[in-house]
T-cell receptor, first 117, second 111 residues
Framework: GAVVSQHPSRVICKSGTSVKIECRSLDFQATTMFWYRQFPKQSLMLMATSNEGSKATYEQGVEKDKFLINHASLTLSTLTVTSAHPEDSSFYIC?????????????FGPGTRLLVL | QQPVQSPQAVILREGEDAVINCSSSKALYSVHWYRQKHGEAPVFLMILLKGGEQKGHEKISASFNEKKQQSSLYLTASQLSYSGTYFCGTPRRAAGNKLTFGGGTRVLVKP
């Protein structure tokens, strides 16, 4: 399958600081990437859709000024959690869409575990 | 709306079979299945595109009944490596085919 990487895999930061998470599609180009958040023992909740060359679209209830998304190239999307607070601690996962004929498959990155103290 | 998965959890012995169901209140055009190990990201298992379609991955297979708006994942002769949380994802056609995931089914395979 296709490979998606995320960096960092784990980050601990102080409350009020900003954290940047990178998502890369390593062996394919992705015009669309998604950012999810997952709390312990819960399902994946879509935060936003990252589109190369245009603004990200956010799901209802997700603050776009707090979660800044930049899709600078066909292989890289970044999520910046600005002024992080303890309640932002979570597992952040990105995915990239691979198109193959009529099939549109999402491949997930390994995730970034964020802990805000 | 989130698809509904059942059961929420299942414990089985190595070699036993299990079925995980995923149902939707809205029309389904495709169903995606993923498995997530603890502390890791979800791994793609298979996608079912057409009604009645069946697919397989290792000894894990799935069926899709678009009329009933549901899909089932079959774990046959389960192995220890099958342990994890299984999620079904259904695309929202009105939202660029974004996937909405079910609540997940935790599977624990014991020796």
């Amino acid at each position: 399958g296709a490979v998606v990487s995320q960096h960092p895999s784990r980050v601990i930061c102080k409350s009020g600081t900003s954290v940047k998470i990178e998502c890369r599609s390593l062996d394919f180009q992705a015009t669309t990437m998604f950012w999810y958040r997952q709390f312990p023992k819960q399902s994946l909740m879509l935060m936003a859709t990252s589109n190369e060359g245009s603004k990200a679209t956010y799901e209802q209830g997700v603050e776009k000024d707090k979660f800044l998304i930049n899709h600078a190239s066909l292989t890289l999307s970044t999520l910046t959690v600005t002024s992080a607070h303890p309640e932002d601690s979570s597992f952040y996962i990105c995915s990239a869409i691979l198109l193959a004929g009529e099939k549109e498959t999402q491949y997930f990155g390994p995730g970034t575990r964020l802990l805000v103290l | 709306q989130q698809p509904v998965q059942s059961p929420q959890a299942v414990i089985l012995r190595e070699g036993e079979d299990a079925v995980i169901n995923c149902s939707s209140s809205k029309a389904l055009y495709s169903v995606h299945w993923y498995r997530q190990k603890h502390g890791e990201a979800p791994v793609f298992l298979m996608i079912l595109l057409k009604g009645g379609e069946q697919k397989g991955h290792e000894k894990i297979s799935a069926s899709f009944n678009e009329k009933k708006q549901q899909s089932s994942l079959y774990l046959t002769a389960s192995q220890l490596s099958y342990s994890g949380t299984y999620f079904c994802g259904t695309p929202r056609r009105a939202a660029g085919n974004k996937l909405t995931f079910g609540g997940g089914t935790r599977v624990l395979v014991k020796p």
